[in-house]
């Protein structure tokens, strides 16, 4: 199927900004992307598959548990002869597509297209705006898990480049542990990234019950990790 609108790849868009995209599951896009994951995304997954985060982890993700596994066809882990089977707890950054997202570090938020397969079938046109295109996506509560998890992880950084500077031993083992990761080119999961790990530790310290409701667990977990960091217990 030919495109009605051509790909704008060097135009900034905002959400106000004319675009409109028709999909027509050719599932092009599901083969040799990158689809990155944050604990938020892991959990949505994870319940969706009816198993815990830790297993899912060791299951269904690669770099560190960051990314969703690909098969040897380059395929995503999760992609059928019938299309998507997560489909409806799939990640943000294929809810965007094709769009990418970007935040400036003064909070400017602006989206630009991706490349598409170039057999792609999806139809580009201007029918409506960004916004109307991210309602249709359901991707706000995703939208909202990564900010969140960005400054989150902003945080942590900063409270290891501050410890790094105060303890010379520390800095010598930070510095082996990533030259050993840039030579295996793999990781273990880090613990703050399991969901379900965290919760339970931190809930069962506290005689509290772990929430059934996904924002609600998300939230919990952001506490419990924020804690760790102002502990430097990371």
């Known amino acids: 199927m030919a495109n009605e609108f051509t790909r704008k790849a060097d135009i900034t868009y905002r959400r106000d900004s004319p675009f409109s ?56 882990v999760f992609l059928t002869p019938q299309g998507c089977s997560v489909h409806s707890d799939r990640p943000l950054v294929c809810r965007l597509y094709p769009l990418g997202r970007k935040v400036s570090a003064d909070s400017e938020e602006t989206f630009r297209q991706v490349e598409p397969h170039p057999q792609t079938e999806g139809v580009y046109g201007e029918n409506g705006t960004v916004q109307d295109f991210l309602d249709r996506q359901g991707v706000q509560p995703f939208i909202e898990a990564v900010d969140r998890y960005v400054e989150l992880t902003g945080r942590m950084v900063s409270a290891v480049h501050l410890a790094m500077n105060n303890n010379d031993v520390l800095r010598t083992d930070v510095q082996s542990i990533v030259e050993d990761a840039g030579r295996q080119n793999v990781g273990t999961v880090p613990d703050w990234f399991d969901m379900d790990r965290v919760l339970a530790r931190f809930c069962t310290a506290r005689h509290i019950s772990v929430p059934s409701d996904m924002t609600e667990k998300m939230n919990l977990h952001i506490q419990a990790v924020g804690e760790q960091v102002s502990g430097s217990t990371l």
């Open 21 to 76: 995209y028709e999909c027509h599951a050719c599932s092009r896009c599901c083969y040799d992307k990158v689809i990155q994951l944050n604990p938020y995304e892991v959990a949505r997954l994870a319940r969706n598959r009816s198993i815990g985060t830790t297993e899912f982890l060791a299951r269904f993700t690669e770099r560190s548990g960051t990314a969703l596994r690909r098969t040897q066809t380059g395929a995503c």
